[in-house]
């Protein structure tokens, strides 16, 4: 369905949606920008990564496909703000961590006539912004298309098509409840142990002592604070659970070392130990 | 102090005995290897890491130096057993990763002529055997020389010297009481935070959703549970201190959650930040 006549926005150019854009446009793809900022449309256009960009929404109006690559509560706000701008019949997706409500509030506003379809490319990093942009960084990921009974095979077989021209890893269907479930242990629980980790301890001694262990759990402490708030909110009551789960496991450990019960640290540790080369890469 | 004329005897042919053997041949040095398994002994010996070595404790009557790479109560045990065939005025050092414990009951045991030095080399990696040795570990690695106040500057330099053959990154001294708090937080903590999440789930799916958060900080959850509780409990009241200081942490981060206290997350984010930008390799 995508051809060369195709045309795509992108909503929002930081460093997800300049990685949409460039990496798009290395696929031949005539790509919109829009952004608030200036100097990331000046960017994105100064690469040929966009065609056409600027701060008006009303640059969609030709376009296909609308991909949002801003915020939950900023896309959101941006659909109710501006829908009235889309082409009849377009298909209009995003990159948001959490799903269930993004859906629910999206198919609560939109415009009969656009179809939504909800995605969530698994990749990121810590920094923000268009400098930041490289879609390389897909081509290690999984993507995950997280459709609603009503969606259209066109508007899934849309998403697979952009996660193809982006290079994803692997592409994934799944059911909005199981997504955010999955997405509130693998991804949200680890977030927040990293940021637990490291309000711990101010001293700044430790650096000289350390090994790859506690470099590997903090890395995702460098963490954009703008965003990880709002994705938290908008799943609580999984990772709430996640939360307690991990705290029960740490009693758990904390009985075992005091009670120095080496059989019990070692069934947790085996374990922990078979579990964990099924992740091996 | 070392020459090539000094004879160095590495107890314990494991993937750390083992990469301390090779790193030392490499280096030019005379290694004497002591093992319990036969074909560890041959595997050395093939490789020519060591001159000679077997299951013969009177082998290290010659030595000048003898660094035990056992486990911490084996290395108790194994010197109370053996100290007879020390040459006297040789120098006993160490591997293991937890040290008041091991350094109060070596020198409470151990023969007036000969000096103990402990050393926490802060290297290793998740597989057991010599057939895992590879010294080009301990290029990116630290080592810890753990002086008590008893300790003379010969044994302190012979420990540097030994560092530095093998080219450790970084090599400090630090106080025995010292070492356990901060091992008990960047090593210890992070391997019971990797043994606790992997035991929260058993769902195999998982690892079809699963980014590099979650593959990071349970890397360590692959771990030598033959090791790990004697180093637990002899580190015990720092290690259930810190543990009881992330659940309250992690307790912290549920309430602000809970509350949808975004101002609350941002400044625990920005926190988080900010002090992990100082580990940055």
Redesign the interface.
Known sequence: MISKETRIAIIGLGMLGGSYAQGLYDAGIRVTGIDIDPEAIRYAKERHWIEEGGNDPSLIKDCDIVISALYPQAFIDWVRANQQYFRSGAILSDVTGVKRKVIEEINGILRPDVEFIACHP???REYKGIAYADPSQFRQ??F?IVPTENNSDRAIGCAKEIATLLQFK?I?L?DPKE?DR??G???Q???????????????????????D???????????N??L???L??YN?DN??K??????S??????GL??E?D?AG??E??????I?????H?
Not at 213 to 223: N, V
Not at 242 to 247: A, P, R
Not at 268 to 273: N, R
Request: charged share 25%.
């Open positions: 698994m990749a990121g990921a999984n995950l692997t994934s799944i997504h999955i997405i242990f693998v991804s629980l680890c977030h927040v142990i990293a940021i637990s980790l490291m309000n711990i301890s101010d001293d700044p001694r430790l650096v000289n002592y350390t090994g262990s506690f470099r590997d759990l903090t890395r995702i402490a460098d963490i604070e703008d990880w708030p709002e938290f909110i609580k990772l709430l996640e939360i307690d789960q991990l705290i496991q740490l009693e758990q450990m904390h070392i005091e120095e080496i640290m070692k947790k540790m085996i374990t922990a130990t579990r964990r080369r099924r992740f890469k």
